[in-house]
């Protein structure tokens, strides 16, 4: 089993470092092979997402990615920026389907903002559409060139579009998770978010998810307008099993979502395609600002990682003994800065992955 291991930027190469560190030692035939993407490989070899990586990226049976971004590289034309490497990644392996469940772990409850009967117990999964939507759609602006010269400064757009198919795909992915979850207890509800009452884009979408959800009779779906279902997720949460959106919808609810659990940096995410290849990267991005002083916290990548071996890798067993070292070190007490509270242990990055290597064993 090969995995293409990218760490990127930031605090990308640190926690990512800390989930070889736990695969190391599972005793698996795994073979993993490092490169560079985003700003390190712009800086590197001129491109954020080089062909060397993405052939190896394209070859392998799972890819654990870390982060990309940094402020620095903000004034660079659109094409050339790290962001450009995670969406090309995406879209050249098509990773449509973009899993982000929001856990709260019993020990993390006072870490949360909110009250902890609101998330006591919370356990939803959040299915992004990750290749289509406004990030996809014909950008114009500053930063794109548009027939080969920049466009002036008197206006920008980007078209937001979703096609039948790309709908009724993550749709059937909704379905099935929900069908999954509820086999081991969850209630059996999708969903599905939108922005019926003003985007014609989401008007579609909804009539679509309708469409499919009647193949699934065993499964509620219900529907929501995004601004709705932001307020719904910080006032009654757990009202949630399933949710479906689009790209754009999604990246703002699976952040609000991750920090009900107390930190993003708690929050792995898969994206994987129709033949269950799959990308595994933390919910959270780069932190330039922390980067560089071991303080982020790995369980993410962590748990990233464990999510790679039962999705792509068929390694059940092992993704439940990461799962299970990572609450065991919760339950030890030891916390990173993001999730510290007083009573428990502060510990480092490297700390963090030590622990989890020690309670696997
Ligand atoms: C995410 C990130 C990315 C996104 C960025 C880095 C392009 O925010 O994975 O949620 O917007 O999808
Ligand atoms: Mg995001």
Redesign the pocket.
């Known amino acids: 089993m090969k995995i293409a291991v990218l760490p990127g930027d930031g605090i990308g190469t640190e926690i990512v470092a800390e989930a070889v560190k736990v695969l190391n030692v599972l005793d698996l035939k795994l073979e993993t092979e490092t490169a560079l993407v985003g700003g390190a490989a712009f800086d590197a070899l001129g491109h954020p997402l080089p062909d060397s990586t993405l052939k190896l990226a394209q070859e392998a049976d799972a890819i654990l990615f870390g982060?990309?971004?940094d402020w620095k590289y903000d004034t660079l034309d659109r094409p050339l920026r790290p962001?450009q490497a995670?969406?090309g990644l995406r879209k050249n392996l098509g990773l449509f389907a973009n899993f982000r469940p929001a856990i709260c772990y019993e020990q993390l409850v006072g870490a949360s903002s909110l009250k902890p009967e609101l998330i006591s117990g919370l356990d939803i999964l959040i299915i992004r559409e990750?290749t289509g939507d406004i990030?996809f759609g014909q950008p114009r602006g500053r930063r794109v060139a548009t027939d080969g010269h920049f466009p002036g400064a008197e206006e920008a757009f980007d078209t937001m579009r979703y096609s039948k198919p790309e709908i009724e795909r993550i749709a059937h992915v909704a379905f099935q998770a929900a069908r999954k979850r509820k086999s081991s207890g969850s209630e059996g509800r999708v969903t599905s978010v939108d922005k019926a009452n003003v985007l014609e884009t989401f008007q579609f979408w909804k009539d679509v998810v309708s469409e499919v959800g009647k193949e699934y009779p065993d499964i509620a779906l219900d529907h929501m307008y995004v601004d709705n279902a932001a307020m719904q997720l910080v006032k009654e949460p757990k009202r949630f099993d399933v949710v479906v959106t689009g790209?754009m919808f999604g990246?703002i609810l699976?952040?609000e979502a991750s920090m009900l659990t107390g930190s993003i940096g708690m929050l792995p995410?898969a994206s994987l395609n129709a033949k269950n290849q799959g990308l595994y990267?933390p919910?959270h991005?780069s932190a330039p600002d922390i980067a560089g002083q071991g303080v982020a916290n790995p369980l993410a990548t962590i748990l990233s990682a464990a999510m790679m071996l039962r999705f792509s890798l068929n390694q059940a067993a092992a993704a439940d003994r990461i799962e299970a070292a990572v609450k065991a070190v919760l339950a030890q007490g030891l916390r990173t800065p993001d999730i510290y509270s007083a009573g428990t242990t502060r510990v480092g990055t490297s700390q963090m992955g030590d622990a989890v290597v020690k309670a696997l064993a």
Do not use: K, M, T
């Open positions: 982060a990309v971004g962001e995670i969406l990750l990030y790209n990246d699976s952040d995410s990267e919910s991005g």
